[in-house]
């Protein structure tokens, strides 16, 4: 099993997925506050002081041995290597929007950010206690905090999403991908669900038929079954 022992602590970073990318394979960068926290599609990551989880990892899937499709699933292993750290430390079962996106209910309680240069850093956010949030997220996110009642442990997320990311980054390495599609499956059920995108001719509909070999989001759309690889995706 990938170890991740070298875990680096700071009280405050700008991103915590900058300061991993200077670092090796396996190495771990965790913040208590993100003062310029990232996400996906240019967004700002909402990060003040002691009620999130803010951590990057670095990975290299170019050493699996199918290194393409372990690069293409890089992402959604993270995800669902999430919702098994988090139901590990709280039995909380969350679940998955495509691609990699932690919901409640229709609330975000986390995301992923992986940005590639040599290796692949994976940057993970989950809200853990309840925070003032700007007016624009209120509606929209939940945290651990809100939905279990009691503020959990951050060490155990932290201890529990590691020990579930390495046990993913070992299915990548090994080329156990069905392992990895599964487990988005059973946590995103998205077969027959209703959503909307933007494509590169505007915005699109249909209903989800399942997850392809590469990550890629099947939508059957009219006749046509279409491929997102990348989109914000609407649930409607
Ligand atoms: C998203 O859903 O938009 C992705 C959010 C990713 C946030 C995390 S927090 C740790 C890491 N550092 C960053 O600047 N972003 C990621």
Known sequence: MTAFSDIRFFP???????????LPEGAVVVADEQTAGRGRRGH????????????SVVLAPSRSVDPRRATS?????????????IEAATG??????????????RRKLGGILAEASESVVVGYGINIGEASY???????????ESELGRLPSRDDVLA?????????????????FDA????????ANAAGLAVEWDGPNGRRSGRVVDIGDDGALLVKSGCAVERIVAAELTWL
Not at 12 to 22: E, I, L, R, W, Y
Not at 73 to 85: E, N, P, R, S
Not at 134 to 144: F, G, I, M, Q
Request: avoid cysteine.
């Open 44 to 55: 700002t990551w909402f990060s003040p002081p002691g009620s999130g989880l803010y951590v």
């Open 160 to 176: 529990e999403t590691l020990a579930a990311m390495s046990a993913r980054y070992d299915d990548l390495l090994a080329g156990r």
């Open 134 to 144: 700007p007016p624009e997220l209120r509606d929209r996110v939940t945290s651990l």
């Open 12 to 22: 405050a970073v700008g991103s915590t997925n900058d300061v991993a990318a200077t």
């Open 92 to 105: 909380l079962r969350v679940r998955l929007k495509w691609p990699n996106d932690l919901y409640v209910a």
């Open 73 to 85: 699933l890089t992402t959604i292993a993270a995800g669902v290597a999430l919702a098994d750290g």
């Open 180 to 187: 990895i599609l599964n487990g988005w499956r059973a946590r």
